[in-house]
């Protein structure tokens, strides 16, 4: 990113139904930087920015990239190691999160477009030339709070939702989930998905952003992914479950269910804090 600086804003205090923000950073991770293994009272969310590493989870390891989220209830020990030569930029986000809700996913990948707009939002918080002090608190607070928006979207804590009308205008979404449910494959292409809608691909695709803020080609990935740690935890053989999610490809399978989760489909079975959650 341009323009980088490190940012470390305490004491925020924010605070919303379910979730209270304690502490925002923004972390480049140098090859000086020696990590061990350590908790928090309090819980964690990781947003990688920019570069590679990976992080362990009470023996669990997540591959990590741009738009990687990691998320580490309190009291989870855990650790970082550095991918690569280029020093990965992290966004660290200190929070209490309410948990009567389905539990977050511990690693999950934010789509492009949603990792844009923590990126820009990052960006904001550069021009506030003095982000610590009360005259800008308001306008702090309400970047950190945009920025956690996408994140739990992404690991599920929130749902995706209408924000700008009725429910009922989620018609669309739930149809091409029905469809999803029915009409699913490694043959049948996101065109013949549309066309059951009675949309091309690109018409579809604004509709379903302006419903649920996904593509088809997210909604369909989100779905697979869904199916598939359903799956897993019923006990299949990992290329069983490929071929019920329309992956024939074992390999394929593996490696598209690693990016999906930062985890193999092996160790996401074995860890305690797997959801199918969306």
């Not at 739930?174 to 999803?180: C, D, G, M, N, S």
């Not at 269910?257 to 797997?274: D, E, L, V």
Request: with cysteine; net charge positive.
């Amino acid at each position: 990113m341009k323009n980088y600086r490190p940012i470390l804003l305490q004491n925020l205090a924010i605070t919303v139904p379910g979730v209270r923000v304690r502490q925002l950073r923004l972390n480049q991770h140098t090859p000086e930087a020696v990590w061990t293994v350590h908790s928090h009272d309090h819980g964690q969310l990781l947003i990688y920015l920019t570069g590679r590493g990976r992080q362990t989870a009470e023996g669990n390891t997540c591959e990590c990239r741009p738009g990687t989220i990691i998320h580490h209830p309190p009291g989870v020990s855990h650790s970082f190691e550095r991918e690569l030569t280029r020093p990965p930029l992290v966004l660290v986000i200190d929070l209490d999160l309410e948990m009567v809700r389905a539990t977050p996913h511990p690693c999950a990948q934010m789509p492009d477009a949603d990792l844009n707009k923590v990126r820009t939002a990052v960006m904001r918080l550069f021009q506030i030339r003095q982000v610590e002090h009360r005259e800008s608190l308001l306008a702090v607070g309400s970047i950190v709070l945009e920025i956690l928006d996408r994140v739990l979207l992404a690991i599920g804590w929130i749902k995706p939702f209408n924000r700008y009308g009725d429910a009922k205008l989620m018609n669309t979404t739930r149809f091409v989930e029905r469809v999803l449910e029915r009409l699913d494959g490694p043959e049948v292409t996101l065109e013949a998905i549309a066309a059951r809608s009675g949309y091309q691909v690109d018409h579809l695709n604004r509709r379903l952003k302006t419903e649920c803020g996904l593509t088809l080609g997210q909604l369909r990935a989100r779905h697979r992914l869904q199916r598939a740690q359903r799956l897993i935890q019923q006990g299949l053989p990992i290329q069983t479950v490929g071929e019920r999610i329309g992956i024939l490809d074992n390999n394929y399978f593996s490696r598209w269910f690693r990016q999906q989760t930062g985890m193999s489909p092996s160790a996401w079975k074995k860890s305690p804090q797997r959801t199918v959650s969306f």
